[in-house]
């Protein structure tokens, strides 16, 4: 069992940011219409996920520090 609840949230968020790259490069790499219209809002997608991922590890370091 986790001891806190931000080792589950910083797991699922480093699983999405992984995601969601990988169908950022997908896009990227198939081109096309797909790729024109999908790549670039997957890659910013990929950006607003990382910043919420890396709030939650700096949220949990915090936590553990103070518990």
């Not at 940011?17 to 896009?27: K, P, T």
């Not at 219409?33 to 996920?49: A, C, D, I, Q, T």
Request: with cysteine; proline share 3%.
């Amino acid at each position: 069992m986790p001891s806190n609840p931000f080792d589950i949230l910083a797991f699922v968020a480093v699983g999405a940011v992984f995601v969601i790259l990988c169908f950022g490069i997908y896009a990227l790499f198939k081109g096309g219409e797909y790729g024109r219209s999908n790549s670039n809002k997957f890659m910013r997608m990929r950006v607003l996920v990382q910043f919420i991922a890396i709030i939650l590890l700096c949220a949990g370091y915090w936590w553990k520090q103070n518990a």
